[in-house]
Nanobody, 115 residues
Framework: QVQLVESGGGLVQPGGSLRLSCVAS????????LYWYRQCPGKERELVAI???????YYADSAKGRFAISRDDEKNLVSLQMSSLKPEDTAVYYC?????????WGQGTQVTVSS
């Protein structure tokens, strides 16, 4: 059974940093594109960042210059380093991947940016 488990969320002040992690079991991350999404209160889920199997990265405009996605395939781990956090970054953050037959999601981790 495939499982993605996110961690690292929490309450942080504006301007602060957090590092989110997502670990997979039941499938290998190698050769897969890995994604971070978020769902802000009252809004639809949106793409935040992508990392390919060869470590090309893509960021939503809202994340450029502040967030960094990385991966460790030996650990089946994808991370999202978030810096200079803003209140509008408050959301539930989800990792995602798909193996060509189906899409897999974690349960999400809550990030709250507030003073």
């Amino acid at each position: 059974q495939v499982q993605l488990v996110e961690s690292g969320g929490g309450l942080v002040q504006p301007g602060g940093s957090l590092r989110l992690s997502c670990v997979a079991s039941g499938l290998s991350f190698s050769a897969l594109k890995l994604y971070w999404y978020r769902q802000c209160p009252g809004k639809e889920r949106e793409l935040v960042a992508i990392i390919t199997d060869v470590r090309n990265t893509y960021y939503a405009d809202s994340a450029k210059g502040r967030f960094a996605i990385s991966r460790d395939d030996e650990k089946n781990l994808v991370s999202l380093q978030m810096s200079s956090l803003k209140p509008e970054d408050t959301a539930v953050y989800y990792c995602n991947t798909n193996d060509g037959s189906r899409s897999y999601w974690g349960q999400g981790t809550q990030v709250t940016v507030s003073s």
